[in-house]
C-alpha cells in the first residue's frame, strides 16, 4: 500500500496567521494554483481511493489533486484538524498576537506542555482518532496493493505520522508543520512501514 499524505493548500487565514482549526474556510487562490501544481505533478498516479477532511480546505485540495481521476473523495471526521475552541480565528506570532493565553507558543515549542483552550482538543485527542484512521487503512486487506490519497491538515498529518513512528509527544512537530500542499508518501509493506520522503513541495 501507497498513501500519499498531503496538506491542503492556502487559506486566507493561513496567509493572515490567524488559528483556523475546525473553522470550515475555503482555499484562497493561490491555494487552489497550489493544489493544480501539485495535482500536476502528481498525474501519473492512479489513485484507488482519496480520504479527505470534511473541511471545505481539504475537500477542494483533494478534488484538485485527483483532477479528471475518477475516484470517489470519502470524508473522514478523523482526520480533520485539531479544534482550538474559543481561540479559532485569533491571529498569532510576528503579524500580531491576539491569543489571551501567555503560553500559547507551547502548541509549537513544547507541545507536550500545550494548555488546551476551551472547547479545544488536546494533541493526544488528535493522535487517538487519527490513529483509528490509520489503522483501518491497515486493517482492511483490500488495500493491500492500493495507491491513496490522504487530504488533510498540519496537525493532523502529523497525528498520523505520530501513529506510524510512535513519536514522543514533546517530538510531535519533528522538523516543523508542513507546507501547503507539501506531500508525505508512506509505503506499507507485510512486514513494515517506511515514510519514503515527507513534507515534499511540487512548486
Not at 25 to 47: M, P, Q, S, V, W
Not at 73 to 81: F, L, N, S, T, Y
Request: charged share 30%.
Amino acid at each position: 500500500m501507497l498513501v500519499y499524505l498531503i496538506r491542503h493548500g492556502e487559506t486566507d487565514l493561513n496567509k493572515e496567521h490567524r488559528l483556523q482549526g475546525q473553522t470550515d474556510i475555503k482555499l484562497n487562490d493561490y491555494g487552489r494554483e497550489l493544489a493544480k501544481e501539485t495535482g500536476a505533478a502528481l498525474k501519473n498516479i492512479n489513485f484507488d481511493e482519496v480520504f479527505s477532511s470534511p473541511l471545505s480546505r481539504a475537500y477542494e485540495t483533494a478534488l484538485l489533486i485527483a483532477g479528471e481521476k475518477e475516484v470517489e473523495i470519502i470524508k473522514d471526521a478523523r482526520i480533520q484538524e485539531i479544534s482550538f475552541g474559543e481561540y479559532e480565528g485569533l491571529s498569532y506570532g510576528a503579524y500580531g498576537h491576539t491569543v489571551p493565553d501567555p503560553y500559547f507558543s507551547y502548541f509549537f515549542e513544547a507541545p507536550h506542555l500545550y494548555r488546551v483552550p476551551k472547547g479545544g482538543e488536546s494533541f493526544e485527542d488528535v493522535i487517538k482518532r487519527t490513529g483509528a484512521f490509520w489503522q483501518d487503512l491497515l486493517k482492511d486487506p483490500s488495500n493491500k496493493d492500493k495507491t491513496i490519497l490522504v487530504s488533510t491538515h498540519g496537525c493532523a498529518l502529523k497525528g498520523i505520522l505520530a501513529n506510524i513512528r510512535e513519536t514522543e509527544l514533546k517530538d510531535f512537530w519533528g522538523d516543523g508543520v508542513h507546507k501547503n500542499c507539501a506531500v508525505t508518501l508512506v509505503e506499507v509493506s507485510e512486514d513494515k512501514t517506511k515514510v519514503v520522503y515527507e513534507g515534499k513541495i511540487f512548486y
